[in-house]
């Protein structure tokens, strides 16, 4: 992973004239005769600058991971290359139907016009498809929990999944997922066993 997708506040230096602006607009609108033309223009002035400030605090943009163990690179089963695949195809016929409408982002995942998704319309499309499966509703990121613990469950070393995470401590992986680790201890015990015994 060499870049993450979030909603951010928005750039601090882009915001700070829109501040600046706002202040100013504020306190010539206080100084404005009431119902006055010059108090219309200024009130029409901030309300600009108000959707200024939204579109900025509402904007999706690429950011560095949030640490060094977040850059990494993970293997894929075959049937995930295989999914993977199919879904190039599909994106590539949705692309030549849309000619030059196609914003190429250069991501997997996208919109119908190849822009980066809308996080809340991916989270909608989740709920959707686990409505659609009869599967209890989760949030998005517990598919990350979800995995871990079945790699945890099928005896998977807590370090390859710590890496596969991107934790930067094995105690956080540990700490995480202990609600699994009793019955692998009980294997682990039972394994021990058998081998003592023979």
Known sequence: MRQALERSG?????????????????????????????????WQQLEANRAQWRKLRSEIRFVEPKSARS?????????????????????????????????????????PIGTPMEPRNMTREFHRMLTAADVPRVRFHDLRH???????????????IMETLGHSQISLTLNTYTHVLPP???????????????
Do not use: C, N
């Not at 692998?184 to 023979?198: G, N, V």
């Open 10 to 42: 928005g750039d601090s230096a882009a915001r700070r004239p829109l501040a600046a602006e706002r202040r100013e607009l504020r306190t010539r609108i206080a100084a404005t005769p009431k119902r006055s033309h010059a108090r219309r223009e200024l």
């Open 71 to 111: 850059r990494r690179t993970i293997r894929m089963r075959q049937i995930v290359i295989a999914a993977l695949k199919t879904h190039r195809r599909r994106q590539l016929e949705e692309r030549m139907a849309l000619g030059s409408a196609w914003q190429d982002s250069g991501l997997v995942f996208t919109s």
């Open 146 to 160: 979800t995995a871990a613990t079945l790699l945890l469950a099928q005896g998977v070393d807590p370090r390859t």
């Open 184 to 198: 692998l201890q009980a294997e682990a015990a039972a394994k021990l066993d058998e081998i003592l015994s023979r």
